[in-house]
């Protein structure tokens, strides 16, 4: 036996399962893919008493369009999401970035909010999340509240949940006019974790003109980072090898806390930064069409 | 602990066992059922050697607990060849191509590469290195079980 003994707990509802969070909190863990939990659990880097398994409940592995934008269920698979057509249509970003998670054995058992709940800095969601401005829909027992991604993580895979909340969906907005995104990583072996990873979220005028960007990324510090230096450099111009550089040196110099660790030191890990914002916003003017 | 009765079925045969709730579901097949084909090699989620097929989707089987599986189907390695003197095609291909070694990690790159090959029965060289990049060789450098995967597309 890997994890040290626990009780199991499988509620089938919504209402069973937060009634169980409230009772136990910090006792217990949340199981949805297991795919982080696990592995820890295995190493008894984590023992909790109890184990809220959300495999049984149904009412959270959704995906709908509504005129708020994208609701996706806590429990949907990521598999899931990366095949489905809303996604790809809705939401390019979060299906361009979907296949960088891991592997697809690993995908057709993860969900899209665990990955979000567990906060890893080096996942793609949580950067994704924050890139579209995603809002994460918290319930605990009797109540609920609405955040934005932004408020939601608080340090190394630490979030502003209460040990009796829940994430149960994620909203992301309705791509606005003239939105134009591109996810990039670099990692040793596909499917590894990143050393370095961007996503981008320009919004243009019709003739080309950025209006808003968001560029944030994962792996550089305890959260998923904005650059909001490197964001507001883009605001107001059109995309230049000239302006592309720029933004890129001043978010990989400035606005980014890589640690170094056996794989990349520090410093390399702000060279890749420097190269992928490069490559990343180029890949969004070509895809304005410029 | 309390024990928990589970009812599977695993290669089209259905088993009932009571375990503890924190057993994996890898060392649930090969202790409890026998099924000793499901290798274990890192059991964390990385090298893709416990791979199985869980309501027809690869999966690791050490990232599971077996309590998971009640009421679900899944299929071990010991389910794919068609009889005790047969090899799938898959298999064949291996064997034929050479794709192993020392074999201890052949069954996650069969039971990872039966979905993918059923969806996309004519995969270009670039998707089969990415459906294989989650399974971990140290014997061949992929190189062979590459065209293993080629020579079963192609047939």
Request: proline share 6%; hydrophobic share 45%; net charge negative.
């Amino acid at each position: 036996m890997k994890p040290a003994p626990f009780v199991y707990l499988a509620p089938s509802t919504l209402t069973e399962a937060l009634a169980l969070l409230h009772q136990h909190g910090d006792e217990a863990k949340i199981l949805a893919g297991g795919q982080s939990l696990i592995p820890v659990m295995n190493f008894r880097l984590a023992q909790p008493s109890h184990l809220i398994d959300l495999n049984l409940l149904h009412g959270l592995d959704f995906i709908r369009a509504e005129v708020d934008g994208l609701h996706i269920g806590a429990m949907t698979r990521q598999r899931t999401v990366e095949r489905s057509p809303l996604v790809a249509a809705l939401a390019p970003l979060v299906h361009e970035t979907m296949p960088f998670i891991a592997h697809s054995q690993i995908r057709n058992r993860g969900t899209f909010g665990g990955s979000i709940a567990h906060a890893d800095p080096a996942a793609e969601l949580p950067a994704v999340a924050l890139a579209l401005n995603a809002r994460l829909r918290l319930q605990k027992q009797g109540s609920e509240r609405w955040l934005a991604a932004a408020e939601f993580f608080t340090g190394l895979f630490a979030t502003d949940l209460s040990p009796d909340e829940m994430l149960t969906e994620v909203l992301i907005p309705p791509t606005p006019p003239g939105m134009v995104t591109a996810f990039m990583e670099f990692a040793r072996r596909h499917g590894d974790y990143a050393l370095v990873g961007v996503a981008a979220a320009l919004t243009f005028t019709p003739d080309h003109t950025c209006r808003e960007a968001r560029l944030v990324y994962l792996s550089v510090g305890e959260i998923p980072t904005l650059a909001v230096q490197a964001s507001a450099m883009l605001v107001g111009e059109k995309l230049t090898d000239e302006l592309i550089a720029t933004a890129a040196h001043a978010a990989a110099s400035e606005e980014i806390e890589p640690s170094g660790d056996i794989h990349a030191t520090a410093a390399y890990k702000r060279h890749l930064a420097q190269v992928l914002t490069r490559r990343v916003l180029q890949k969004v003017r070509e895809r304005v069409g410029d | 602990m309390s024990q928990q009765t589970i009812t599977l079925t695993v290669n089209n045969q259905v088993y009932e066992r009571t375990v503890e709730p924190r057993l994996l579901l890898s060392d649930f097949l090969r202790h409890e059922l026998g099924l000793t084909g499901t290798h274990v090699g890192c059991e964390h989620g990385v090298c893709g050697a416990c791979t199985i097929l869980f309501d027809g989707a690869a999966v690791r089987s050490c990232l599971m607990l077996a309590v998971q599986t009640n009421g679900h189907e899944l299929m071990t390695v010991e389910g794919l060849a068609p009889g005790p003197d047969k090899l799938h095609p898959l298999q064949q291909a291996f064997h034929e191509a050479h794709a192993l070694q020392c074999g201890f990690c052949t069954p996650g790159f069969l039971m990872t590469l039966l979905p993918f090959l059923q969806e996309n029965p004519h995969p270009t060289e670039a998707e089969i290195r990415e459906a294989i990049s989650g399974n971990l060789c140290r014997c061949t450098g992929y190189q062979h079980i590459l065209e293993a995967v080629q020579r079963v597309s192609e047939q």
